[in-house]
T-cell receptor, first 113, second 112 residues
Framework: QQQVKQSPQSLIVQKGGISIINCAYE??????FPWYQQFPGKGPALLIA?????SEKKEGRFTISFNKSAKQFSLHIMDSQPGDSATYFC????????????FGQGTTLQVKP | NAGVTQTPKFQVLKTGQSMTLQCAQD?????MYWYRQDPGMGLRLIYY???????DKGEVPNGYNVSRLNKREFSLRLESAAPSQTSVYFC???????????FGQGTRLTVV
């Protein structure tokens, strides 16, 4: 079974700090790497996504860094805010995968005021 | 524009009972998926329908069946519920492969 390994499982950051969540994947055929954000009682929603033709993508305070050779990608949240407190999931997808997304185990982020 | 609608939102079943989780989308998307979310396990794919008229097993299909009724609707059936099926179930849709997945609000199922 193809896996996506996400770490850490939980993370506590002070307001204004940088939150970093990492994911590692196995299948080099994957070519779509999204991050999802989930608030309690809600379904996950797309936060930011990257394709393997670039090494970094930034949207506001959120940045994905992608290392194709290491088969790793990470989410960086700059100037973390209490409103960022949520569960974050990385995922991978590929054109050979009929659109299926394989999700990581999730990271619960708490940003302290 | 409702997006992805799941019913019911909450359900308690006794072991051995059956039920169907409903999912409907008004986004005209081709692909629909059922995931379950368990603490520490992330989101695991149960079944999916890449397009109308097709269904396939995902990572954890045992104990479940699905029906792609039409392009809009994709249902998940538990024939004989077990406590191990206690979970939060999410239906998602994608316009096609390698595109954004849109989630329903989830169904929280408890089997006692």
């Amino acid at each position: 079974q193809q896996q996506v390994k996400q770490s850490p499982q939980s993370l506590i950051v002070q307001k204004g700090g940088i939150s970093i969540i990492n994911c590692a994947y196995e299948n080099t055929a994957f070519d779509y790497f999204p991050w999802y954000q989930q608030f309690p009682g809600k379904g996950p929603a797309l936060l930011i996504a990257i394709r393997p033709d670039v090494s970094e993508k930034k949207e506001g305070r959120f940045t994905i860094s992608f290392n194709k050779s290491a088969k790793q990608f990470s989410l960086h949240i700059m100037d973390s805010q209490p409103g960022d407190s949520a569960t974050y999931f990385c995922a991978t997808g590929g054109s050979s995968n009929t659109g299926k997304l394989i999700f990581g185990q999730g990271t619960t982020l708490q940003v302290k005021p | 524009n409702a997006g992805v609608t799941q019913t019911p939102k909450f359900q308690v079943l006794k072991t051995g009972q059956s039920m169907t989780l409903q999912c409907a989308q008004d986004m005209n998307h081709n692909s629909m998926y059922w995931y379950r979310q368990d603490p520490g396990m992330g989101l695991r794919l149960i079944y999916y329908s890449a397009s109308e008229g097709t269904t396939d097993k995902g990572e954890v299909p045992n104990g479940y069946n699905v029906s792609r009724l039409n392009k809009r609707e994709f249902s998940l059936r538990l024939e004989s519920a077990a406590p191990s099926q206690t979970s939060v179930y999410f239906c998602t849709t994608q316009v096609w492969m390698n595109t954004e997945a849109f989630f329903g609000q989830g169904t929280r199922l408890t089997v006692v």
